[in-house]
């Protein structure tokens, strides 16, 4: 079994920064694609990055230019460092990854249980 635990979340005024990680957890598996999802309240879960293996990222155009996200392969870990924050980053941020876990070969998509950013003065 694999679990992914977010942490980080937290309040910030805005303009500030937070630093978002997530880690992988458990045995026999390979991870491949990573990304961070958001939810508002009662809005709908939304991608904000991705990451490949190789590295190779994707952003939300509304967070492009003050999110950056990384990660170690070595660790299983992904960030989200979050720059210029603005009232409406407010939400609930998800780790998200697709896994490879076996043999026999299983492909999953896993999600960690969310960290809370609220963004106000």
């Known amino acids: 079994q694999v679990q992914l635990v977010e942490s980080g979340g937290d309040l910030v005024q805005p303009g500030g920064s937070l630093r978002l990680s997530c880690a992988a957890s458990?045995?026999?598996?390979?991870?491949?694609?990573m990304g961070w999802y958001r939810q508002a309240p009662g809005k709908q879960r939304d991608l904000v990055a991705s990451i490949t293996k190789s590295a190779r990222t994707n952003y939300a155009e509304s967070v492009k230019g003050r999110f950056t996200i990384s990660r170690e392969n070595a660790n299983n870990t992904v960030y989200l460092q979050m720059n210029s924050l603005k009232p409406e980053d407010t939400a609930v941020y998800y780790c998200?990854?697709?896994?490879?876990?076996?043999?026999?070969?299983?492909?999953?998509?896993?999600w960690g249980q969310g960290t809370l950013v609220t963004v106000s003065s």
């Open positions: 998200n990854a697709n896994v490879v876990v076996g043999p026999p070969a299983r492909y999953l998509e896993i």
């Open positions: 458990g045995s026999n598996f390979v991870i491949n694609n």
